[in-house]
T-cell receptor
Framework: GQNIDQPTEMTATEGAIVQINCTYQTSGFNGLFWYQQHAGEAPTFLSYNVLDGLEEKGRFSSFLSRSKGYSYLLLKELQMKDSASYLCVPRKGGGNKLTFGTGTQLKVEL | DSGVTQTPKHLITATGQRVTLRCSPRSGDLSVYWYQQSLDQGLQFLIQYYNGEERAKGNILERFSAQQFPDLHSELNLSSLELGDSALYFC?????????????FGPGTRLTVL
């Protein structure tokens, strides 16, 4: 089975930093994706963490703690275009299907 | 542009009808995934094909079927359509068979059943 918990909505200010947390319970866990999805558009890949630690990619960083079943996505220097849903997607080891929740709807304001 | 193409972009049809959605994966990708996203819902995994063979199945209704052709494009067939089938249907592709590979999503087909 799989349980994913992340906030439904968040609001932040342009230029600021925001951290979107995700806790999960996934049997046979084997990595975690973060995707971004603007309303009515296709999801786009942001990151994939397999090992514990922080992975930085430009303004976006993703952190994973396998022992705690916890991940976060850090967005720096927020821009208006970052207003979107952010989807935390744990991967079940050996499985070929991903379970996407409804994610965290981030609103960036002036 | 992800490199994944889907046609048509929009489709409006009536209940009881049958439609076919088409997807061309990125060049070189062997896996194709189909997802359904109803309004304000998360993406629901439907089915995956890898190099022409079915690899994984999600909550795909019996009225729905899919296949992947030798040129690796895929089609999703939806029949006996119901109002509740109205949704965005996304196709994604990845290089390998397992989901450790990043999935690249197409722009989606918006299906409206009246």
């Amino acid at each position: 089975g799989q349980n994913i918990d992340q906030p439904t909505e968040m609001t932040a200010t342009e230029g600021a930093i925001v951290q979107i947390n995700c806790t999960y319970q996934t049997s046979g866990f084997n990595g975690l994706f973060w995707y971004q999805q603007h309303a009515g558009e296709a999801p786009t890949f942001l990151s994939y963490n397999v090992l514990d630690g922080l992975e930085e990619k430009g303004r976006f960083s993703s952190f994973l703690s396998r022992s705690k079943g916890y991940s976060y996505l850090l967005l720096k220097e927020l821009q208006m275009k970052d207003s979107a849903s952010y989807l935390c997607v744990p991967r079940k080891g050996g499985g070929n299907k991903l379970t996407f929740g409804t994610g965290t709807q981030l609103k960036v304001e002036l | 542009d992800s490199g994944v193409t889907q046609t048509p972009k929009h489709l409006i049809t009536a209940t009881g009808q049958r439609v076919t959605l088409r997807c061309s994966p990125r060049s070189g990708d062997l896996s194709v995934y189909w997802y359904q996203q109803s309004l304000d819902q998360g993406l629901q995994f439907l089915i995956q094909y890898y190099n022409g063979e079915e690899r994984a199945k999600g909550n795909i209704l019996e009225r729905f079927s899919a296949q992947q052709f030798p040129d690796l494009h895929s089609e999703l067939n939806l029949s006996s359509l119901e109002l509740g089938d109205s949704a965005l249907y996304f196709c994604a592709s990845s290089a390998g068979e397992g989901t450790s590979n990043e999935q690249f999503f197409g722009p989606g087909t918006r299906l409206t059943v009246l």
